[in-house]
């Protein structure tokens, strides 16, 4: 997982990217980062475009790191969900909790002055 900050839209935005498998053996890592790279912004794009799968594990992870963006009166939005993916927030009623993207680019678009959600 990796992190950059994109600034285009005028606000601070943090860009992770997701790979591979988000599960119960991983999903830690993305917990122990996550406090850290709120320490640089609370808006967040999660680009999911290379996550091949994810369980419950994963799932709670990212829903962890949207309550503590919240938190910090913050957001966390997801982009490029895999149709396997995206089948799992669908049946587990996650996907109500985020607004979700096609792409990137139109997730860090959405964060511009007006069209907060």
């Known amino acids: 997982m990796s992190l950059h900050l994109d600034t285009s839209t005028g606000k601070t935005i943090g860009v992770a990217?997701?790979?591979?498998?988000?599960?119960?053996?991983?999903?830690?890592?993305?917990?122990q980062k996550f406090p850290k790279w709120l320490?640089?912004?609370n808006?967040?794009?999660?680009?999911?475009?290379?996550l091949s799968f994810i369980d419950s594990s994963g799932l709670g992870a990212i829903v962890g790191c949207l309550r503590k963006a919240l938190e910090k009166n913050g957001d966390l939005r997801l982009a490029c969900l895999d149709p396997r993916v995206s089948m799992v927030f669908e049946l587990t009623k996650a996907k109500q909790l985020f607004s979700i993207y096609a792409d990137s680019h139109e997730a860090?678009?959405?964060f511009s002055a007006g069209n907060q959600q």
Request: a negative charge; glycine letters at 6%.
């Open 17 to 31: 990217r997701i790979e591979g498998r988000l599960d119960a053996t991983n999903s830690g890592s993305l917990l």
């Open 39 to 41: 320490q640089q912004t």
């Open 108 to 110: 860090i678009d959405s």
């Open 43 to 50: 808006h967040f794009v999660f680009d999911c475009s290379a």
